[in-house]
């Protein structure tokens, strides 16, 4: 379960960087308040999961996934470079990150 939450935590946090995308600088109401709910969750899912789990692997699997899917989601919503070696890269990270979950003792 612990890892569910990890994986959820994670996407709350793509969720609050593309919601200070668009609050231009917490001038504008409705993005602010997402980034802050998107941010309360997602610290909150992480600290939930890392009871359960090393904080190393929690933190890094929790960033890692979290700044793959932002750069994903910066690619489709923002036509961000979607060069191959920008793509490959995020392979990287994702591929360590599941390396994290693999070798992780329980």
């Given at each position: 379960?612990?890892?569910v939450l990890?994986?959820?935590?994670?996407?709350f946090e793509c969720?609050?960087?593309v919601?200070l995308?668009?609050?231009?600088?917490?001038t504008?109401?409705?993005?602010?308040?997402?980034?802050?709910?998107?941010?309360?969750?997602?610290?909150g899912?992480?600290?939930?999961?890392a009871?359960d789990l090393?904080?190393?692997?929690?933190?890094?699997?929790?960033?890692?996934?979290?700044?793959?899917?932002?750069?994903i989601?910066?690619?489709?919503?923002?036509?961000?470079s979607?060069?191959?070696?920008r793509v490959?890269?995020?392979?990287?990270v994702?591929?360590?990150?599941?390396?994290?979950?693999?070798?992780?003792?329980s």
């Amino acid at each position: 379960m612990a890892w569910v939450l990890l994986i959820i935590a994670a996407g709350f946090e793509c969720g609050w960087a593309v919601a200070l995308k668009y609050t231009e600088g917490f001038t504008r109401l409705w993005p602010t308040v997402a980034f802050g709910a998107c941010m309360l969750l997602s610290v909150g899912l992480l600290g939930r999961a890392a009871r359960d789990l090393p904080i190393g692997t929690a933190y890094a699997v929790w960033t890692g996934l979290g700044a793959a899917a932002t750069a994903i989601v910066g690619m489709i919503l923002f036509d961000e470079s979607k060069d191959w070696r920008r793509v490959v890269c995020l392979g990287l990270v994702l591929t360590g990150t599941a390396g994290l979950k693999l070798f992780a003792r329980s």
